[in-house]
């Protein structure tokens, strides 16, 4: 009875400790293809990306840390041939403490990672990759990847999904369709895939000639598994060419620790306390006490 009593409290006392462990996570998009628009659509400008990293120790003297970037802070590799490009940056650990987090961005792949050092650290990488498109009348033009979260088994969940239209959203915007893809068991690992059915070129300055686009319920479709493939296509269904842009935002937010292991420390403590009256009760041949 002493050895399990025993076992109870320093499996209370190691959940409890569990709550200095170093982890880490991470989202990722994989293109697939990568996309290599033919004959009917054409890429009209570079990539572009925004990002922001941000990190903050458990201790009550150490002061948040934030990165940001634009995409003209970006090396040139980062913006112009396949998509996405190639860059990697982040913010590195100091002090060889780790919390840090990571930026990477690789032909046909965006990930957002972070590393912390103790469970009540707090980490978040933010990417955002855009690029506008030019459609032949009555074509289609599809980005279609896997989306992946990594995360401690504390914190995994199913998938879900959802899929948001908002036509005329501006004057600028005739229509949007934007899917959002996240996880059941954490709060800030998902990913926005996003497409544009604009009415003017987003490469030209004056902003004319407009086309004044009506937003039709055929302009776009979609599909997402349980294993995170997703594909959103964008449907030309007029005479005109189309403009268009493509949107993903790729969210990587360290989750708040689970309770267990403290509730776990609660009862071996509790156990503990309670050990010295089993022990006389059993020595004294006597009934347990039933109550503390």
Do not use: C
Not at 32 to 45: Q, R
Not at 139 to 162: E, K, M, R, W
Not at 188 to 196: C, E, F, K, Q, R
């Amino acid at each position: 009875m002493k050895k399990i009593v025993a076992a109870l409290a320093l499996a209370g006392a190691l959940g409890w400790q569990g709550q200095a462990l170093a982890d880490q996570g991470f989202t990722q998009f994989q293109l697939d293809p990568i996309m290599t628009p033919g004959t009917a659509a054409e890429w009209i400008a570079n990539n572009s990306f925004q990002s922001q990293t941000g990190v903050t120790r458990n201790l009550p003297d150490w002061p948040m840390r934030f990165d940001h970037r634009g995409g003209g802070e970006l090396p040139p590799a980062a913006s112009a041939g396949a998509p996405f490009g190639n860059v990697s940056y982040g913010m590195p650990a100091l002090d060889g403490y780790p919390l840090s987090t990571h930026v990477q961005i690789s032909d046909g792949l965006l990930r957002a990672s972070w590393q912390r050092g103790d469970l009540l650290d707090g980490a978040s990488s933010w990417v955002r990759w855009e690029r506008p498109f030019l459609l032949e009348p009555n074509a289609s033009i599809t980005l279609s990847g896997l989306f992946t979260i990594g995360l401690p088994a504390p914190y995994q969940g199913d998938l879900t999904s959802s899929l948001a239209l908002k036509p005329q959203l501006s004057y600028d915007v005739a229509h949007e369709a934007e899917i959002t893809l996240g996880g059941t068991g954490h709060y800030g690992m998902d990913m926005i895939l996003a497409a544009d059915i604009l009415n003017r070129d987003p490469t030209d300055l004056g902003g004319f000639p407009w086309q004044g686009r009506q937003a039709h319920a055929e302009d776009f479709s979609y599909n997402v598994d349980s294993f995170g493939h997703v594909a959103l296509t964008v449907h030309n269904n007029s005479d005109l060419l189309m403009f268009g842009n493509f949107r993903i935002d790729l969210y990587s937010v360290a989750p708040v620790p689970v309770p267990a292991s403290g509730l776990v420390m609660a009862l071996g403590l509790a156990v503990l306390a309670f050990w010295p009256r089993v022990r006389r009760s059993l020595l004294d041949g006597g009934p347990m006490p039933m109550h503390a």
